[in-house]
């Protein structure tokens, strides 16, 4: 059975930094791109970055580019997302999510695993 799980959301002021983890189980990782989503209250879920199985491309959305970093580590069966220079329109919560190949779509329909969600809130 597939298990996703993110960790390390939180409150941060602004301009602050916060490192989000996820942690796959029941699958191999470097099989998949790894996408990270967030939706905010009253919002659509949006792409965030993906990285590729081998970690040798990634992708970001235009509102994180220069500021957060994507990462995995198929080893450890996990992938990161490292954000620094936090805003409070950053404040949502924050999905990892699992597509098998390399392929890279922005739409979360696209995607096969989805984790559970962990909230960011950046304050002013």
């Known amino acids: 059975q597939v298990k996703v799980v993110e960790s390390g959301g939180g409150l941060v002021q602004a301009g602050g930094s916060l490192k989000l983890t996820c942690a796959a189980s029941g699958l191999t990782l470097s099989s998949y791109l790894v996408g990270w989503f967030r939706q905010a209250p009253g919002k659509d879920r949006e792409f965030v970055a993906a990285i590729s199985g081998s970690g040798s491309s990634t992708r970001y959305a235009d509102s994180v580019k220069g500021r957060f970093t994507i990462s995995r580590d198929n080893a450890k069966s996990t992938a990161s997302l490292q954000m620094n220079s936090l805003k409070p329109e950053d404040t949502a919560v924050y999905y990892c999510?699992?597509?098998?190949?390399?392929?890279?779509?922005?739409?979360?329909?696209?995607?096969?695993?989805w984790g559970q969600g962990t909230q960011v809130t950046v304050s002013s």
């Open positions: 999510a699992g597509r098998f190949g390399n392929v890279y779509y922005t739409d979360p329909a696209r995607y096969d695993y």
